[in-house]
């Protein structure tokens, strides 16, 4: 009999917090799973990001091999973006987890675009993806009805903030609970020998009160707050405590988190940071341009208007370049940058292009020289970049694509990639609909900043097992890969786990 194997992330739960809440009785379920497997820290090249972490694990591949380098990558031939989905994945020769058509297979609440559609980030149901035997992939949202928690009001009064926070938290404690019941399931003997879920709301969580959680472990109190987080973390371990009795007893359990938190201080925007350099410019804004970039195109999402859909179907009859051109000017994450008088641009938070002629529809950069040029003094810029408050600068690495990955699709990567800088400033989100943005800003109600390294959790029954090292999310798929061809969780003697999974990494 195939071994069970059930993956559980867990991004931005360091070991150390992991511990901290478990010694305050918090966590006492994923603490028995620590406390029963081998860990091994995860050493990586991949942005410590939820999206970035998530594709390089289910592709068993670094962003050299799939050319996603945060979830996303940008099209060619265009200035939008697409992320990574079912059908992405179906075409990278690394898709480890997800490659034979015969074996089945269940992904929950993973940041993987659904079959169907977009991604979809619904706080009331969950998404699962299933794999059947014939290779077909098929889609449903799980969802119950809940009634709201009890949480406590807070006795004084003027704190909107903390009302929001409540709000938030029960969200997100509605959202796990939904996950766990879910998982106990589909997670059940006659599931899958592979099963998947992300309990994506840990992570939102951890940036939002990283501080607040980091002082209750330690035994402060955060009134307001302490009960509301504290339920949360319940929940979390009680759906995890559901799956460790649910499942049959040859399962091997995985507990993955990409990444873990420190303290934040600051969030650094890089197209604000090209902007004020002149490597980026704007539009001329207008009544017409606010009216499309605040009014209209967010009402088109939130009607569930979606672009990918129809570029496709506008492929199909040769208007698919028409359609992107038409679609930029509508578009609040693009449609405010002016093309003909840019240089460079973000479209992830870490990555940087620079505007090629010949591959980009407006491209101001003849290859070669200028553009190499250009890369040059934006590395320079940023290594020199200094907090106008301390001082001190806070890039500490930027490399061209081909220093960091050598994959096949390093040439679909941002051509500068900021691979290092100090752990508490986040890198802010890409998007930036104004021009005044500020380089530096305020985090906007995070505490958090999320930092390598994590880990890998192992609990089952591999008696000599063990996983290369140093260990990365593209190296943990192929030990999975190769734990699903044997019939067995006991190996033999005469074929020892560790070079058995090192074969082909």
């Known amino acids: 009999m195939k071994p069970r194997i059930v993956v559980l992330g867990l991004s931005g739960l360091s070991e150390d917090l992991l511990h901290s809440l478990g010694r305050a009785g918090w966590l ?40 996603f380098l945060e979830g996303s990558r940008k099209k060619d031939g265009s200035y939008f973006s697409e992320k990574v989905s079912v059908a992405a994945f179906e075409q990278l020769s690394g898709s480890l987890l997800m490659s034979r058509p015969e074996e089945e297979a269940l992904f929950l609440d993973v940041p993987l675009g659904g079959v169907l559609g977009e991604a979809n980030d619904r706080d009331d149901a969950v998404r699962v993806v299933i794999k ?40 997100m404690t509605h959202k796990t609970i939904l996950q766990g019941l879910a ?49 949360f973390f319940r929940v979390l371990d009680d759906a995890v405590g559901r799956v460790l009795s649910g499942c049959r007893k040859d399962t091997l359990f995985l507990l993955v988190s990409g990444h873990g938190y420190g303290p934040l201080k600051k ?19 207008g009544p017409r341009n606010a009216l499309l970039h605040r009014v209209v195109s967010p009402l ?103 220093h960091l990955y050598d994959g096949p699709r390093t040439g679909e990567l941002p ?45 089952g029954t591999l008696p000599g097992f063990s996983f290369p090292s140093p260990l990365s999310m593209a190296r943990i798929a192929p030990g999975i890969r190769r734990m699903l061809d044997r019939e067995t969780a006991v190996f033999p003697p005469d074929n020892p786990p560790s070079s058995f999974l090192s074969e082909s990494v």
Not at 156 to 166: F, K, P, T, V
Not at 210 to 221: A, K, N, P
Request: with cysteine; hydrophobic share 35%; net charge neutral.
């Open 28 to 67: 006492p379920n994923l603490e028995d799973l620590l406390g029963r497997g081998k860990l091994f820290p995860l050493d990586d090249l991949v942005p410590p990001f939820v999206d970035a972490e998530w594709t390089a694990l289910l592709a068993g591949a670094d962003p050299g091999t799939t050319g």
């Open 132 to 171: 059947n035997g014939k290779g077909l992939w098929s889609e449903e949202l799980f969802s119950v009805p809940l009634e709201r928690s009890e949480v406590p009001p807070e006795k004084s009064s003027g704190r909107d903030s903390l009302e929001d926070s409540h709000v938030f938290i029960e969200a």
């Open 183 to 231: 998982l106990s399931r589909f997670s059940g003997k006659s599931s899958p020998d592979l099963v998947v879920a992300a309990f994506g709301g840990l992570d939102r969580i951890l940036s939002r009160f990283y501080r607040e959680i980091r002082l209750l472990s330690q035994g402060f109190e955060r009134p307001g707050l302490k009960e509301p987080l504290r339920l």
């Open 267 to 285: 969030s650094l925007n890089l197209n604000a940071f090209l902007a004020s350099r002149q490597f980026l410019a704007f539009r001329q804004s």
């Open 300 to 402: 088109l999402r939130g009607m569930g208007v979606r672009r990918e859909p129809i570029r496709k179907i506008l492929d199909r009859i040769g208007l698919g370049r028409v359609a992107e051109r038409a679609g930029e000017p509508l578009s609040s994450e693009i449609g405010h940058i002016d093309w003909a008088r840019t240089r460079a641009f973000a479209l992830t938070r870490t990555g940087i292009y620079l505007n090629m002629r010949g591959t980009n529809p407006r491209g101001t950069l003849r290859p070669g020289t200028e553009a190499r040029a250009l890369g040059e003094d934006i590395i320079r810029s940023l290594k020199g970049l200094l907090d106008p408050e301390t001082c001190q600068p806070v890039i500490r690495d930027v490399r061209w694509r081909e």
């Open 415 to 459: 051509h500068l990639i900021v691979s290092e800088w100090d752990p508490s400033y986040k890198m802010g989100d890409w998007r930036m609909p104004e021009p005044e943005g500020e380089v530096f800003c305020d985090p906007r109600g995070r505490t958090g900043s999320p930092v390598r390294p994590g880990f890998l959790c192992l609990s």
